[in-house]
């Protein structure tokens, strides 16, 4: 007790000295109770039960006030009925909890002394006791399948939930977590953890010599050991693989396919991420293609979309047998989007410095592609009968193929039409359409149809689409073309709908003409599917609804039936200053099987013409100035391929004798003094070439030189390549770096590049 009362013989007795001496004793207990058991506030006892269906009961149980001192009692159990929280048809959770709170009890009749000369009193009903009492609180959740348990009043310790459906109670949990545990219950757990001690102890002492051992074998492992700088590696390509970022890594690595991990907003970078860390271009000019010469006869310019020259053909009439007519505006109005897709994009890359990086392989790791071996030269590879080494393809979106040879990159779209780049219209109108079959891959020009009857309003649009399922997918719209109502001719004469631009057709693949007018056209029908193999369908409520499966519209099919089939035509020609050593061609074009669109160059002074082919990048070595350009087209007279100028560039560019490529931060998980990098070299040539790695800072300028480097010879590669190591022992910890590498050439002509970069930090 801290403080107590002293009392005398013969010494008066006031009532507040009896007051004083329960003070001294509840403040003992509450400096006991917060010091010495629990400053929080837990309970003791308060299980939860349930009776019955319908009821609940908690037991008694005392509330430990730790945040006052105080130790509040429930001397009975208490029951309740949870009939009024019944949920009608989900659950609810209840939440119980506890507060403590000060009630004066005991009521009993005592005398007060009312007067004192008379001693007079009288009697009064009064309390006899402060009871320090724990009150149980209950807060009903709201109803739902998948109900949330409510947080208790502020103030009060929560004991539990309660889990109710229309059927009563279905689950009690109860709240151990501010459970107070006994002295005997923590000496027990005591005692059990102290067995554990012993048992646990001599094997723990024999552990301390087996890790010091392994500390000892550890330390062999040292930034320069090859067999950490081997399972680094392989970890890193492995998360490569899985896209796992090199933040908060001691290792990290970059195959440098792209910009990913490269600093190019820093203005020291000067280099070109691009299958490998390569020469910047020392000057590069860019252009849209042109004709030389506007009037050309040799192709055809479909508003800047060109094909070799043709004439027009039918190649399916259905003109006989006539089946009446359908009245295209008998069918609900409604508003139709048309999404018209781009044709392909198709890349070049041309020069004696387009060496093949074996990094280009992991296109297919990353991708997900199938690695290619070797193939004989395809026609686009210059028909020369050699064996190339196809080192990857990439299937993305519509399907990418990527060739790398040496002096000669293509990267060609496996789609002939591409719809991530659309342009959309929206029309409004009555729909029909007409499926049918190609027979015959083809360009097709333009669809002559035959109608019955006109109105004096409402144009035709007519949409050549891609079908999904059987029907027409409007969303894949080829083109599309539009007729003024007063050009619609009256059967037997056909009226003409002419496409602005060809579209190409592929074998054995289901087209659709799509109808959309405002006006009241009858369309002429002709018996029978036989040639078209399609489908006539009209439209209600945007959805498509089968017609008579009988009958097809009454038209003409007509495509292109090429001159030639092979067509050459001279494009704008490229100049720089200083001379050009790389071509960068990409050609938006359609290349149907067995076709080929292939580009020639030619020096001014020179009148040989160079294909852009593999192996004839020497051709460039001269870095002349100006170059004269032509196109050549290659295929049959019924499919040839296409060249689209508008869209399409042309690059010309001249490499620099040096590279400066700065990395991205490297974020460590801890402090490191430690580094080494490590790269491969491809064609690397030691009398021509030089590399060094420096430690640049993750933010400013300051640079740290190796202290070692060391190198060694990858035998068996496909081209001279050495793996070089620089070792960095920093001044000053750091936990973020970037690795910055530099590179220089004798001859900008004659390069090496950085095919994997690898760095780890201890």
């Not at 020009?445 to 029907?471: H, N, R, S, V």
């Not at 009148?607 to 295929?635: D, I, N, T």
């Amino acid at each position: 007790m801290e403080k107590q009362v002293i009392f005398r013989d013969r010494q008066e007795l006031q009532s507040a000295d009896l007051n004083s001496a329960e003070d001294y004793i509840e403040l003992s207990l509450q400096h006991f109770v917060s010091d010495a058991i629990t400053p929080e506030r837990l309970y003791t006892g308060f299980i939860i039960t349930s009776p019955s269906a319908t009821e609940i009961a908690v037991s008694p149980g005392h509330l430990w006030d730790g945040v006052s001192g105080n130790v509040y009692v429930k001397e009975s159990e208490q029951r309740e009925s949870v009939v009024g929280y019944l949920p009608v048809t989900d659950s609810r959770w209840l939440t119980l909890s506890v507060k403590g709170d000060s009630q004066e009890i005991d009521i009993q009749p005592r005398d007060f002394l009312i007067d004192l000369q008379s001693m007079q009193t009288e009697p009064r009903m009064v309390a006899m006791v402060e009871a320090k009492v724990a009150a149980l609180h209950i807060v009903s959740g709201l109803e739902s399948s998948s109900p949330q348990k409510e947080n208790p009043p502020t103030g009060y310790t929560l004991i539990g939930f309660v889990r109710l459906t229309p059927s009563g109670v279905v689950e009690i949990v109860q709240n151990d977590a501010l459970r107070l545990f006994s002295l005997f219950a923590c000496w027990q757990e005591t005692r059990r953890n102290r067995d554990w001690i012993d048992g646990a102890d001599p094997l723990i002492a024999s552990l301390k010599s087996d890790l010091a051992a392994l500390a000892a074998r550890v330390a062999l492992l040292s930034p320069n050991s090859a067999l950490l700088t081997e399972i680094t590696r392989d970890v890193a390509n492995l998360k490569d693989l899985q896209n796992l970022p090199d933040t908060f890594s001691i290792y990290g690595s970059d195959w440098i396919l792209d910009e990913g991990e490269s600093d190019i907003l820093d203005v020291d970078y000067h280099a070109r991420a691009e299958e490998g860390i390569r020469f910047p271009w020392a000057n590069i000019t860019e252009t849209q293609p042109g004709l030389d010469n506007p009037y050309a006869d040799e192709v055809k310019n479909h508003d800047g979309m060109l094909l070799p020259a043709y004439n027009q053909e039918i190649r399916l009439s259905l003109t006989t047998g006539y089946a009446g007519n359908l009245p295209i505006g008998s069918y609900q109005y409604a508003t139709h989007q048309m999404i018209q897709g781009e044709r392909s994009v198709t890349r070049i890359q041309y020069g004696p410095t387009r060496d093949v990086c074996t990094n280009s392989a992991q296109w297919a790791w990353l991708k997900g592609a199938v690695v290619g071996s070797e193939v004989e030269g395809f026609s686009w590879l210059g028909g020369d009968g050699k064996t190339y080494k196809v080192t990857g393809q990439w299937y993305e979106h519509g399907g990418y193929y990527i060739y790398r040879i040496q002096e000669f990159w293509r990267t060609t779209v496996k789609e002939k039409y591409l719809y991530e780049v659309t342009n959309t219209q929206t029309i409004a109108g009555s729909m029909v359409a007409q499926t049918f079959l190609a027979h015959q891959s083809g360009w097709l020009c333009g669809i002559d149809l035959y109608f019955d009857a006109k109105t004096a309003e409402g144009d035709i649009w007519m949409a050549i689409c891609e079908t999904e399922l059987g029907q027409p997918d409007t969303s894949r719209s080829l083109s599309n073309v539009m007729v003024a109502a007063q050009n619609v001719k009256i059967r037997p004469t056909p009226t003409p709908f002419t496409l602005a631009q060809p579209v190409f057709l592929e074998a054995g693949r289901l087209y659709a003409i799509v109808l959309l007018t405002q006006g009241g056209h009858k369309i002429a029908l002709t018996e029978g599917t036989n040639y078209t193999q399609g489908t006539l369908f009209t439209s209600t409520d945007g959805a498509y609804h089968q017609g008579d499966l009988t009958k097809d519209f009454m038209m003409r099919l007509r495509f292109a039936r090429f001159l030639n089939p092979r067509t050459v035509v001279e494009l704008q020609s490229l100049n720089l200053d200083g001379g050009i050593a790389d071509l960068d061609f990409s050609a938006i074009s359609v290349e149907p099987a067995n076709t080929e669109l292939a580009f020639e160059f030619r020096k001014e002074g020179d009148s040989a013409w160079y294909p852009m082919q593999a192996g004839g990048g020497g051709s460039l070595v001269g870095k002349p100035p100006l170059v004269h350009l032509r196109a050549v087209f290659k295929g049959d007279e019924y499919v040839m391929p296409s060249f689209d100028l508008p869209g399409s560039t042309f690059r010309a560019a001249r490499p620099a004798a040096s590279f400066r490529h700065i990395s991205t931060a490297r974020t460590l998980p801890s402090p490191t003094t430690t580094v080494t990098v490590t790269l491969r070299l491809e064609n690397w040539n030691a009398d021509k070439h030089t590399c060094e790695v420096k430690l640049r800072q993750a933010e400013g300028t300051g640079l740290t030189v190796a202290a070692t480097t060391s190198e060694q010879d990858v035998p068996g590669a496909p081209l001279p390549t050495v793996m070089k190591k620089w070792s960095f022992a920093l001044a000053q910890a750091v936990t973020a770096y970037r690795i910055q590498v530099e590179g220089g050439s004798t001859n900008e002509l004659d390069a090496f590049h950085v095919a994997y970069r690898h760095d780890v930090a201890l």
